[in-house]
């Protein structure tokens, strides 16, 4: 999550630079949620299918740190080849599926990467584990792919992170129940509830409802209550947050009380985190650095095509690139 | 003994269930109960595991399918009405159309859509939507006119690495009776000369590919004009060459189709064919679709709605008169 | 219910004889839901998006009977005109929504009235109700409909009539959760269960939940468990109903046990129920053969317009009618 | 002092707010926050109780908007991004659009759709739905190019009694830019000759228009082709007057349109013009449209898929050598 802080801290310099083209979408101040996911993952198996602010359980789950500057910086040797950008990326067959924008769509998609594991092998272990906001929850796509996996009894975990917001609008205004862990009893799946902002306690229950719909209890929904530490996108102050929520508890920074967790129980020590940041910011800087010197895609060399079939007796209507 | 349409939609299903253990079938009342029009019947039982009900979600039917295509399997969904394909349309020209550009993964779903109108079903029980899906980029719109192809066309279909729309029409299913399946096996992407002819060319696909060889028998008897039917087979893609060849024949273009007036895979036919064969144009190219109101339930109105024999037979006498 | 029973096994005959084209869908076995719910609302300043299985509920509510065989039959003088049929008609304007068929929608679309009755008069105290079927309830629209209004606080009454299958598949397929009105809570709405065949049970609790409702509680979800006893619709023999399930406690006829109810009570006699059936059979006859001898919708005489604004400078585009 | 397209986007909303208490907006992060374009900024504050904050939910947002308009209401619903509105799709095409034909009672909601492309916004925040929800009986597509049609065809759309999809082009928000909002107010489906020319003329609409110019104006500086550029204000219903007497007064047609390149607007502008202009033409008429992929992340990529004023030139030149 340290690497994941100063990752998006650069990210967020470079698009203020105009470095960055389109937008940038940080997770900070919600690492420890997502991070906590991502380690409870096995990545040889399992499935994350990151969302907008998962920067953090990318790196937990072994998404290199190129495959995000690629994308953000438009390099034609990222993933997405400069097709498409920013937190829209991923490798399917790794097991890290490419989100698109419309909030609640993997949720089903995740379920069917389950179901196909399981029709493929019955004895399958595999978890499939994806991330969505406390607004997302209000998309039909969450209810329906919730629904089926629930139904199907599929290793799904979904995590909420309840953030207060979706973009500027607040909780009060998203749904009418008390906590979103409400929910879970209606579609039959495990719920836990989880202070987002300790780490420990995130770590705890992510690795639970792992473990729960790995070993065949059917699919789970940790909502965790957190805040966003930056506004929407990099465009965005925020300013529509109360300063009482963010002077408030769940304003702290995550990182902050992980650190404070892990040396006061002497896991690690001060030098030692120091030490991981210089390292971090190394890495970090590398990966920026060998993106930006990274070719952009070259429309005349781009395969325009949609399809992966090539039908030889119909031409292809695309029209040549003006000179 | 005699094949119907329908037989031939379950026949391919229970041949790919039976050769290619990456085929599964979901959708809804598919299993036990064999589907609303019977296109799964007796797959369940022959094929344990394979056919599964889902709920009344379609967005996440097809959101399903993408992820387990993902991951290798080649399943085939069953929208009960290509209608409630509409509950769909984000998964489907979002995640399923964009899903080979952006990632370089091809999904090789497909999206079984029970097409066009039938008497008494009313506006969501009738529509075409080929028009719709294939203005997205990343989608094959199959559109089967003829027993055999209903057969062939789905077991080549689900053979695609990319996501298909196979819109199999309902006033198919149990009125068009063939001998046998094995008709002309023609490979996805090369359409048909359903009904040679010299006068006058009609592009048509799916149901109206009958009606427009009935008004073309109708002209012969009538006066004589010999009509060339082309079966486009699928809309995207199109095969301009066999379309360009005939327009080159005959002179003239009736672009046939029984979706809304508006755009869609006529509009998409006449401009081509403006575009590339200008040349061989003796006359104004035609369309005859449906009206632009929905599709009525009464069958007094739903007949008026669609084209017919003698709409289409009209529309003829105007292009011949030129 | 009693004449709505008659109506509809009237038009099951007539589907049976081929004088109705399209399907025909029954709400046998459910009429003692529909018809408390109907009862329940005021028809001079309510809303009642009826569904599928509500024929009893419409009669309670108002809806002439002509509304009904004039679009099963296809009279050009109903509501419908032709246009549409069956159980998709309406009359918007007086408080009946025509359904579309696609489940799940009228949820937000009986919302929306709600709201606007609420932006003209802030005092207005009238509730909507609409009925969906347990499948209805996997579809994302009722999710994101039912969401929006428990977030605005708006008088709706959902009444889930869960029949045990949505056509031919059964609760386990499509729900995992132990009975549906565990919903309630994860919206933030009111929740009731009731035995759908006992009527006395079913109007004692649709009353509640629409008074709930119009004291400004928010939505009320109401679920009552019943069985159909008719196939899908009369082209269907529901033989995929299990012989326990028909011959158990919620595959008794809600109408002979309101019968039983009232007579065990004192409320009516036998001889005022024979009454009332001889009644209805006349008056359902006389709807029926009235409709059957209006028109038919004449193709030359229909306006070909799907919009009500006429744009002058524009040709519509449509064919006229071959000769 | 310069009003922007947006500017005339938020003058027109609050003036309907002002002038008409049936009018009410609805949509994500648009009341204090002022939408994610700011189209709707202040205006919470200005008419309290009329601007509200949706859930994510756009099917319930088109549905809410459905039955306020049932009740008298005249909702306005800002989809965050046109995209977005696939989630709405089935309350557009099925709920909205067939309301009027199937029960007599019309339904006057506007669907604000920010459309097209920008650098950088990739496949999920650049589509443009004009030429799929036109396919459509029973709605009403408006595509403004200008900061005064922008203003007057938003009034005018609401004061529609039927669904109006108002397509507004996201590069046109701040780029485009007029002295006042009084310009020409032309009604609804007349469409406006932007650019008088005569060796041939480009039908366009929407951000398109300014690329049509453009390429217009390269065109008579480097050899003197005098080029006509028609803005088709709305694409459904369709000029088709204005049209054809262009066409005639050039004999030479290029539809041009961002949206991809099947079907859509400008396959239905060659159609029509050579059902009903054949003998006015003088070449085959072309099409210029977006590429047949995803709208690219990559602003290189971008700008080689959308059509520009070079490639509107190539296509322009093409056509004049016919
Ligand atoms: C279906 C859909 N509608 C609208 C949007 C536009 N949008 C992008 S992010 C966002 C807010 C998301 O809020 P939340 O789910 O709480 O996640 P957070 O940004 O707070 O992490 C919105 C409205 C979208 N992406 N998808
Ligand atoms: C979105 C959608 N998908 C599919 C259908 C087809 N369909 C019509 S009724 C029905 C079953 C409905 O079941 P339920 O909601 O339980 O109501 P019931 O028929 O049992 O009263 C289905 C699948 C539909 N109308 N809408
Ligand atoms: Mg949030
Ligand atoms: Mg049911």
Known sequence: MLRSRILENKLSSLYKAGKIVGGVYLGKGQEAVSASLGTALNPETDVFSALIRDQAGRIAFGEPLLDCTRSYLGSVEGPMRGRDGNIHRGRPKEGMPAMISHLGSQVSLVTGMLFAKRLKDPTSRAVGATCVGDGATSTGSFHEGLNVAAVEKLPLVVVVANNQFAYSTPNYRQFACGDLVERA??????????DGTDLIACATVMREAVRRARSGDGPQMVVAQVLRLSGHGEHDDGSYVPEDLRSGHYGRDCIEVAIRQLTDRGIVTVDEIMAWQEQNAEEVQRAVAQAQQEQAPDPYQEDWSALSTRFPLCQSGNQPIAQ | MSVT????????????????????????????????????????????????????????????????????????????????????????????????????VPIPITVRLPSGGTPGSGPFHSQSMEGIYAQYPGLIVLTPATVSDAYHMLIDGVALDDPVLYCEHKFLYRWLKAKSINGEHLPIGQARITRPGKHATVVAYSAMVHEAVRAADRLLEESGWEIEVVDLRSVKPLDMDTVLASVARTGRLLALGEAFPWGGVTAEVVSRVTEEGFHLLDAPPQRLNARDTPVPYHPKLWAAHRPTPESICDALRRLLSF
Do not use: C, W
């Open chain 2, 5 to 104: 349409y329908i037989d031939a939609i379950r026949e391919a299903q229970a041949k790919l269930l039976g050769e290619d253990e990456r085929v599964f079938l979901y959708g809804q009342d598919i299993a036990s109960f064999g589907g609303a029009f019977k296109a799964t019947k007796g797959l369940a039982e022959a094929f344990p595991g394979r056919v599964f009900d889902s709920p009344i979600s379609e967005d996440a039917m097809v959101g399903l399918a993408i992820g387990a295509a993902i991951e290798g399997m080649r399943p085939i969904v069953e929208m009960q009405f290509a209608d409630f394909s509409s509950i769909a349309f984000n998964q489907i020209v979002n995640q399923a159309a964009t899903h080979y550009y952006r990632t370089g």
């Open chain 1, 185 to 194: 009893r209606g579609y039959g799946v495990g719920g836990f509830s989880v």
